[in-house]
């Protein structure tokens, strides 16, 4: 098998993918080297209960330019849920309810207060180094215990973000905040770009499409151990021993695997603790088939309250119901226990019957070892712009590392489209 390439990109996530699209269209020779049986990822449409669920990163917008140019180019619609005008949040030990109406009347004016300054840290969210380090290093918990709440709005405004959050004590502000500066500092704005808008036929569609285009050779379980750079030539071993060798590499693994990965020379120390301090995200998504055309609900509930942190009705399917459920702590609850899931639904809806469930562990899976990236403190403006940097012959890119979208499925297609345009850069240098 051929063993020289001018590039290898190894994770054909929706980093590697469109990296290594970009550079074989360009006519350099490129394999993209994946650890799975399959190309997307964290994101990952496949069949359950007889439909196609994703049972990763979902949802999209057309403020998200990558993808936006993406799903124009191919011609791929996108579709709203169910329309939800009932909304469920623990608060302070109780379930309250009401209308999403009632409940944007008590989040809001709260995260009005934890946002109140997105705008004007992060004037220009592409730049991160327009950013003072010093709300880097602030958590969402630091911030939200600044704000002197009584218990009750404490807990809504934790239920509120918790679709996003696995612990409030890890998790820099600082994403939150350049994300919410991204839609002019309305967090309902921020809220809607994150977590409504489907692609039609799914992220396996848009995979598939962006990978019809490309003329990089790939290569599936194919998992990588070590990245090595010798000053002219870069040599990619794989875990079965197998030696590649190309002019440059295009690192789109997720921050949580690369601890798992020799790389020479050694990266440089902030680099190297960001890969060792991780992603802190541990969450999980569930689809739930419930029984009947229940009405359409929105629940929140703060992380650590509760199993189930978020939870929508977001369709329905053969005369029943699938609700996608966000677990902030993945442990937290056996997807797979049918009763588990019913008692914590019905916190919030006393009488739904569960029929079926549906999940993926991202935690434990050995490709991803984490959720959804999230920046500790100090990290968004610390390392994470170092690593954007070359090293060597090496170049990372991948929605954990990325400076604006970073945990979208957007942060990794703008890395994988940087990660490229730089490589080519340094091709036609040496050509
Ligand atoms: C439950 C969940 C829900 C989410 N919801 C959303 C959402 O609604 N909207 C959104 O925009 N984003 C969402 N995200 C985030 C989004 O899915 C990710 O940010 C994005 O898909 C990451 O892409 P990536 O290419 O950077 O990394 P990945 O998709 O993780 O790709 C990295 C690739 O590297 C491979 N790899 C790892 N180790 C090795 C190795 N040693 N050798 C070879 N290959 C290796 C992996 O198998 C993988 O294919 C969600 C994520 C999760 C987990």
């Known amino acids: ?33 994946e650890g799975r049986d399959r190309v997307g990822g964290r994101t990952f449409t496949t069949e359950a209960f007889g439909t196609e669920l994703e049972l990763g990163g979902t949802y999209v917008h057309w403020t998200h330019p990558t993808i936006w140019h993406e799903l124009q180019r191919h011609g791929i619609p996108i579709f709203a849920p169910l329309n939800a005008e009932k909304a469920y949040w623990l608060a302070d030990d109780d379930v309250h309810w009401g209308t999403m109406n009632d409940y944007y009347e008590a989040v809001n004016p709260l995260m009005s207060q934890f946002v109140h300054d997105a705008r004007s840290q992060f004037p220009m969210p592409f730049n991160v180094s327009a950013v003072a380090s010093d709300v880097d290093q602030q958590s969402l918990e630091d911030r939200i215990i600044s704000l002197n709440l009584s218990a009750y709005e404490r807990d809504v405004l934790e239920g509120a973000m918790s679709g996003l959050v696995h612990s409030y004590r890890e998790q820099g502000v600082a994403q939150l905040l350049q994300g919410v500066s991204g839609t002019f500092g309305d967090y309902n704005g921020f809220f809607e770009t994150a977590s409504f808008w489907h692609i039609e036929g799914g992220t396996k569609r848009l995979g598939n499409a962006i990978m019809s285009e490309s003329a990089a050779m790939l290569r599936l379980q194919t998992p990588i151990q ?97 609700i996608m459920c966000i677990c902030s702590d993945a442990a937290a609850i056996d997807a797979n226990d049918h009763m588990a899931v019913q008692d914590a639904l019905r916190k919030f809806v006393p009488d739904i019957e569960v029929i079926d469930t549906a999940s993926h562990d991202w935690g434990t899976d050995e490709f991803s070892q984490g959720g959804w990236g999230w920046y500790r403190p100090g990290k968004l403006t610390g390392a994470a712009p170092l690593m954007r940097q070359p090293h060597g012959r090496i170049f990372f890119a991948g929605s954990d590392i990325a400076s604006l979208g970073a945990g979208f499925i957007e942060g990794a297609m703008q890395t994988g489209v940087v990660a490229a345009r730089q490589v080519a850069s340094a091709l036609a240098i040496e050509e």
Request: without cysteine; hydrophobic residues 45%; neutral net charge.
């Open 1 to 33: 098998m051929k063993d020289f390439f001018d590039v290898a990109v190894i994770g054909a996530g929706m980093a590697g993918i469109l990296a290594a699209r970009d550079l074989s269209q360009k006519g350099h020779s490129v394999v993209l080297l």
């Open 226 to 322: 070590s990245i090595s750079d010798n000053g002219s030539l870069v040599t990619v071993t794989t875990r079965a021993g197998e030696v590649i060798h190309s002019r440059f590499v295009i690192s789109a693994m997720p921050i949580n695997t690369l601890g798992d990965i020799t790389i020479e020379p050694e990266l440089p120390a902030p680099a190297q603790s960001m890969i060792n301090s991780k992603n802190p995200v541990m969450a999980s998504k569930i689809y739930v088939r419930v029984k009947g055309t229940i009405e359409p609900f929105n629940a929140f509930a703060p992380a650590g309250k509760s199993p189930i942190n978020a939870a929508r009705a977001e369709s329905r399917y053969e005369g029943d119901t699938l």
